[in-house]
């Protein structure tokens, strides 16, 4: 690798380290403390519903 790769390297890891970490600190702050409610009677409803009859399609 020539220098200028190199310093190009750097300069990319460097950047993408700076992403990550300001991905893992809006999780952190926005994301973590969410929690969805599953309710099994409704995910069972959602499961055991006959699918939607489309007009024009038979099965």
């Not at 380290?17 to 809006?26: E, F, G």
């Not at 973590?32 to 099994?40: I, K, L």
């Amino acid at each position: 690798m020539k220098p200028l790769d190199k310093s190009l390297v750097r300069k990319l890891a460097v950047v993408l380290l700076i992403k990550l970490a300001v991905l893992a600190a809006l999780w952190w702050v926005f994301v973590r403390d969410q929690r969805v409610a599953v309710d099994s009677e409704g995910v069972a409803a959602q499961f055991l519903q006959s699918a939607p009859q489309i007009k024009g399609v038979r099965q």
